[in-house]
């Protein structure tokens, strides 16, 4: 075979395996930036999602106002299961909105959690009206809320951030906090 027959043999060969090469490359970079877009916008979602279901658990904080599912009263923790059951109505409305589809399988079960605490409560009450409960129940209750929010936290990559000075490059004398003074009997 002749030099130049072989020399063009491999160039297109070089051609072909370079023109698949990059092809594959381009796919995969393609690919990588449309997962990344839906991922941003599932974020989006997700994130707006947890900010209505936020709203919504306002009953169960500790200083809720009238809407509160408990309250603390001098002979002892108040169960409202009017409060409860519209919270309860409110959680299931909003689980099957659009927005109750991106919450997590781990924020659904400590949501569900939470609801069935607050059902379990109410079945021990009398008609409607508001009854004393445990401070087991109630502890009950805040543990669920408080991991309903942990979750939630959780999966949106918030944490209790705490920085020290120095993680922030500032030095303790460039900052605007002033020295103690060293004769302060003056």
Same mark, same amino acid.
């Given at each position: ?36 877009? *839906?991922?941003?916008? *599932? ?65 659904? =079960? ?12 109410? =079945? ?37 951030? =705490? ?24």
């Amino acid at each position: 075979m002749k030099p130049e027959v072989s020399a063009g043999l491999i160039a297109f060969a070089s051609a072909v395996i370079t023109s698949i090469l990059a092809h594959w490359l381009m796919f995969r970079r393609l690919r990588r930036q449309f997962a990344e877009r *839906y991922r941003t916008v *599932y974020f989006e979602k997700q994130l707006a999602s947890y900010q209505k279901l936020w709203s919504l658990l306002k009953p169960t904080s500790l200083y809720p106002g009238e809407d509160a599912i408990i309250f603390e009263t001098d002979p002892g923790p108040q169960f409202d299961p009017a409060n409860a059951k519209a919270f309860c109505r409110a959680i299931t409305d909003f689980f099957f909105s659009e927005q109750g589809i991106f919450l997590s399988k781990d924020v659904r =079960k400590a949501l569900f959690d939470l609801r069935g605490a607050l059902e379990e409560i109410g =079945k021990t009450g009398s008609s409607g009206r508001r009854f004393t409960i445990s401070r087991n129940q109630v502890q009950l209750v805040r543990d669920s809320a408080a991991q309903l929010i942990t979750v939630m936290r959780n999966n949106l990559g918030l944490r209790n951030l =705490k920085f020290k000075i120095e993680d922030l490059g500032v030095k303790r004398k460039d900052t605007w906090i002033p020295d103690p003074p060293k004769n302060p009997g003056c």
